[in-house]
């Protein structure tokens, strides 16, 4: 298909649309292991935390105590018997990572910053509305699911919708355009008669008056 009859007519496959690398091969199926890997960990996180009992925090803190009990164990009973001590990396962050990071969350929360005072100020009326319009809807999402479930749910969206729309591509933009053309006729002929019997009514009130 060629990129003049394509949805919205749009230049960029939707390979490119994703960033054209590692990301959209994972969400186009195209490293299926990798995305069916992704799929079956998220569904297990949601099922430990959802099914289980577990929280977060629990989940890292139990993981973290035994990690801690086997490392410690470990380099205990090496110690006594003469073997290697656990093979651990050197834990350490350089001053140069610190750096990086810190600019960048500062860069961000600078940004975050001044646009919220644009919005308090009333500077900029269209990102007022988008940003309650965002909150309304977290809002009210948020009232029929919680977090995990709806990042599950999020997840699962992007890596079935942009992979069939892909494989359907041809039949799904030739229906939208079909839509989209009978959606417009409806308009312009609404459009007309509403006109058109607005026209009327200020006839007959001229004639009255």
């Known amino acids: ?10 230049q960029r496959t939707v ?12 969400i186009l199926w195209r490293q299926m292991n990798i995305t069916i890997g992704v799929l079956l960990a998220a569904l297990s996180s949601w099922v ?9 925090l629990s989940l890292v803190s139990s993981v973290l105590l035994l990690l801690a009990v086997i490392l410690f164990l470990w380099a205990k009973s090496a110690a006594i018997l003469n073997r290697p001590p ?20 500062r860069t961000r929360v600078n940004a975050l910053l001044s646009i919220s005072q644009d919005i ?30 709806l990042g ?3 997840l699962l969206i992007v890596l079935t919708i942009p992979a069939l729309y892909e494989r359907y591509e041809d039949y799904l933009d030739r229906y939208v355009e079909m839509v ?18 607005v026209q009327k009514w200020i006839l007959e009130r001229q004639k009255l008056s």
């Open 1 to 10: 298909m060629g990129s003049s009859s394509r949805l919205f007519n749009r």
């Open 152 to 154: 599950y749910a999020s």
């Open 48 to 56: 430990v935390f959802e099914r289980s009992g577990y929280t977060l």
């Open 180 to 197: 989209f053309k009978k959606s417009h006729q409806l308009y312009l002929k609404f459009d007309a008669e509403c006109t058109g019997r």
């Open 86 to 105: 656990p093979p651990l990396p050197r834990l350490h962050l350089s001053e140069e990572t610190v750096t990086e990071v810190a600019s960048l969350i």
């Open 120 to 149: 308090a100020l009333g500077k900029d009326t269209k990102l007022f509305l988008k940003v309650a319009a965002y909150l309304l809807l977290i809002s009210v999402v948020g009232v029929l699911t919680d977090f995990l479930t």
């Open 15 to 26: 390979h490119e649309i994703f960033g054209g690398g590692f990301v959209a091969n994972v």
